[in-house]
T-cell receptor
Framework: GESVGLHLPTLSVQEGDNSIINCAYSNSASDYFIWYKQESGKGPQFIIDIRSNMDKRQGQRVTVLLNKTVKHLSLQIAATQPGDSAVYFCAETVKAAGNKLTFGGGTRVLVKP | DAGVIQSPRHEVTEMGQEVTLRCKPISGHDYLFWYRQTMMRGLELLIYFNNNVPIDDSGMPEDRFSAKMPNASFSTLKIQPSEPRDSAVYFC????????????FGSGTQLSVL
């Protein structure tokens, strides 16, 4: 079956530096991608999304890049802050397959002061 | 809006007991989802509803699991009988018809089955 980045690596980042979180997906039919942030004891929170007809999308301090050729997604966080410490999940869906998001295993980001 | 509200926040029960998890979605959202999160399997979709009707329950692990949505503002996930391997965090999420893929999650119910 389809899978999306089933790993849980940890990324340690110095406060103020930029963070890059990577995600691989396997379903070439995926046409919509979302990044979620999950803080300890809370549910995942929407950060940013991107559709397959785009390569890049920017939000506040965050940028998502999509490379459909190699089925790779990344989330860039500018000027990482202590509040950015969390687990980040990428998720993908295929519109034709209905309203089902498939989540990756997540990446833990630790921000060092 | 208060967001998606789940109860209880924590549930500790003994094997064989019935467990009922509750969810109040965001008002006006047409979709409701139940997810389970474990370290081993990550976030798994159990079932989702559209306008109170179950659309896809292929993720429900066994007949011991059942979910209902009697009205637009309330849903339950029931496990009967519960087993230790059901221990996980259960999340409820909702989304609007427009932007249905953008899920809003509750804070989850931490379930421990002893």
């Amino acid at each position: 079956g389809e899978s999306v980045g089933l790993h849980l690596p940890t990324l340690s980042v110095q406060e103020g530096d930029n963070s890059i979180i990577n995600c691989a997906y396997s379903n070439s039919a995926s046409d919509y991608f979302i990044w979620y942030k999950q803080e300890s004891g809370k549910g995942p929170q929407f950060i940013i999304d991107i559709r397959s007809n785009m390569d890049k999308r920017q939000g506040q301090r965050v940028t998502v890049l999509l490379n459909k050729t190699v089925k790779h997604l990344s989330l860039q966080i500018a000027a990482t802050q202590p509040g950015d410490s969390a687990v980040y999940f990428c998720a993908e869906t295929v519109k034709a397959a209905g309203n089902k998001l498939t989540f990756g295993g997540g990446t833990r980001v630790l921000v060092k002061p | 809006d208060a967001g998606v509200i789940q109860s209880p926040r924590h549930e500790v029960t003994e094997m064989g007991q019935e467990v009922t998890l509750r969810c109040k979605p965001i008002s006006g959202h047409d979709y409701l989802f139940w997810y389970r999160q474990t370290m081993m399997r990550g976030l798994e979709l159990l079932i989702y509803f559209n306008n109170n009707v179950p659309i896809d329950d292929s993720g429900m692990p066994e007949d011991r699991f059942s979910a209902k949505m009697p009205n637009a503002s309330f849903s339950t996930l029931k496990i009967q009988p519960s087993e230790p391997r059901d221990s996980a965090v259960y999340f409820c999420a909702s989304s609007p018809d427009r932007g249905r893929e953008k899920l809003f999650f509750g804070s989850g119910t931490q379930l421990s089955v002893l």
